[in-house]
C-alpha cells in the first residue's frame, strides 16, 4: 500500500512540476520573477507578457490537464468494456462523429455558402464546438441504442469501427467539394491543439471535465465486475447491458467533450492505460481509474510544453508530439512486461 501511496504522489508531484514549466516555458522568454509577479496579481510587467501568461499559458496548461485526464479514463473504459488493449477513445466512431460535425461547418457552409462559418471569429469557434458535441454525440446515442441490441462486444466494436468508416467517407466527398482554404482549415483542427481553449470556453470547458470526471469514478465497482467476465459478473447480480452502456456513455461523453474543445486529439486513451498498469503493477480500477487519470494528465501537460518548446516558431501539432512521446513509452513496457512474464 505504502508502494501505491508513493507513486500516486509522484504522479501528482510530476504534474505540478510540469504545469509550472508550462507556465515559465515557451517560444517567449519570460523571467520568473515577473511569471510570479503577475500570477500574484502584481504590476509593472509589460501587458504582452500578462496576456501571454494569463491569456494563453494558463489556459493552455489547464486544458491539457484535463483534457489529458479525460481521454486517458476514456481509453480504459473501452478497454475494460471490450476486454481489448487496442481500445480507445476513438475505437467506436465517437471521434470521427465529432469530425464530421466540424466537417459541415468548415466545408459544407463554405460550399454552400462561399464562406466557411470557421471563418468568422468567435462565432466560428463557437459553431465548430457546438457541431462537434452535436456529431459525437449522435455517433454515441447510436451506440448506447445498438449496445442494447447487441450481445457480443465484437459485434458491437465491428459495428463502431463502420460507424467510423462512413464518417471518413462523408468527410472525403465534403472536401472534394470543398476550397482549398477551408480544406486546410479542417486539416489544421484534425491536428489536435490545447491552444484554441480560452476565456469563458476554458472555464466551461473545466467546469464540464471537473463534473464529468469524478462521476466516472463512480463506475470503477462496475468495471472490476465486467473485468471479470459477463458469466461470473452476472452471477454477482450485475446487469451487464445496462452496465456496458453506462460505461460506454460515460467515455463517450468525455470523448465527445474534449474533441469538441481541442480537436481529435490521439494516443493518449490508447496509450496511458497501459502505462498506469505498467506503473502500479494491478488491474484493480480502484487503483487503476485515478493512476489513469494523473498519468494522463502528467503525459498532456509533457506533450504541451514539447509542443511549444523555445526555438519553434508557434506550435507543433499535439498529435505530432503525443505519438513521439509516448509511442517509445508504450513500447518499452511491453518489453519490460513481457520479459518479466519470461523470467516468471
Known amino acids: 500500500m505504502n508502494r501505491v501511496l508513493t507513486r500516486m504522489l509522484l504522479l501528482i508531484l510530476s ?17 520568473v520573477a515577473d511569471v510570479c509577479r503577475i ?3 502584481g504590476g509593472g510587467e509589460p501587458e504582452i507578457w500578462r496576456n501571454i501568461i494569463l491569456s494563453s499559458r494558463v489556459p493552455q496548461a ?3 490537464l484535463m483534457a489529458g485526464g479525460g481521454l486517458a479514463v476514456s481509453g480504459l473504459q473501452m478497454q475494460t468494456v471490450f476486454r481489448n488493449p487496442l481500445a480507445g477513445p476513438s475505437v467506436l466512431g465517437i471521434s470521427n462523429g465529432a469530425s464530421l460535425g466540424v466537417a459541415f461547418v468548415v466545408l459544407l457552409s463554405g460550399s454552400l455558402g462561399g464562406v466557411a462559418l470557421s471563418r468568422l471569429g468567435y462565432i466560428g469557434d463557437a459553431a465548430m464546438s457546438i457541431a462537434a458535441i452535436a456529431g459525437a454525440l449522435a455517433v454515441m446515442s447510436l451506440i448506447v441504442f445498438v449496445s442494447t441490441r447487441v450481445k457480443g462486444n465484437v459485434t458491437l466494436l465491428i459495428i463502431g469501427v463502420m ?3 462512413l464518417a471518413n467517407a462523408v468527410i472525403g466527398v465534403l472536401k472534394f467539394f470543398s476550397a482549398e482554404e477551408d480544406i486546410k482549415a479542417y486539416v489544421v483542427w484534425g491536428l489536435g491543439s490545447f491552444a484554441r481553449v480560452s476565456g469563458d470556453q476554458m472555464m466551461l470547458f473545466v467546469a464540464l471535465m471537473a ?15 465486467l473485468l471479470l467476465g459477463n458469466e461470473y459478473a452476472r452471477n454477482l447480480g450485475l446487469g451487464i447491458k445496462r452496465s456496458r452502456m453506462l460505461v460506454i456513455a460515460c467515455s463517450g461523453i468525455l470523448v465527445a467533450i ?5 480537436g481529435p486529439v490521439m494516443f493518449i486513451g490508447l496509450a496511458v492505460p ?4 505498467a506503473i502500479f503493477r494491478s488491474s484493480d480500477h480502484r487503483l487503476l481509474m485515478p493512476g489513469t487519470m494523473l498519468a494522463g494528465a502528467a503525459l498532456a501537460l509533457l506533450c504541451n510544453l514539447l509542443a511549444r518548446l523555445p526555438g519553434f516558431e508557434g506550435a507543433l501539432p499535439v498529435n505530432s508530439v503525443t ?5 517509445p513509452v508504450i513500447v518499452a513496457v511491453l518489453f519490460k512486461r513481457r520479459k518479466e512474464d519470461s523470467a516468471e
Open 15 to 31: 504534474i505540478a512540476v510540469l504545469f509550472v514549466l508550462n507556465l515559465l516555458l515557451g517560444t517567449v522568454a519570460i523571467p
Open 62 to 64: 489547464l486544458t491539457a
Open 323 to 327: 505519438a513521439l512521446v509516448g509511442a
Open 39 to 41: 500570477l500574484l496579481g
Open 274 to 277: 497501459h502505462l498506469a498498469r
Open 258 to 262: 474534449v474533441t469538441a474543445y481541442c
Open 211 to 225: 463534473i464529468l470526471l469524478p462521476v466516472s469514478m463512480l463506475l470503477v465497482k462496475t468495471m472490476n465486475l
Open 163 to 165: 460507424i467510423g468508416y
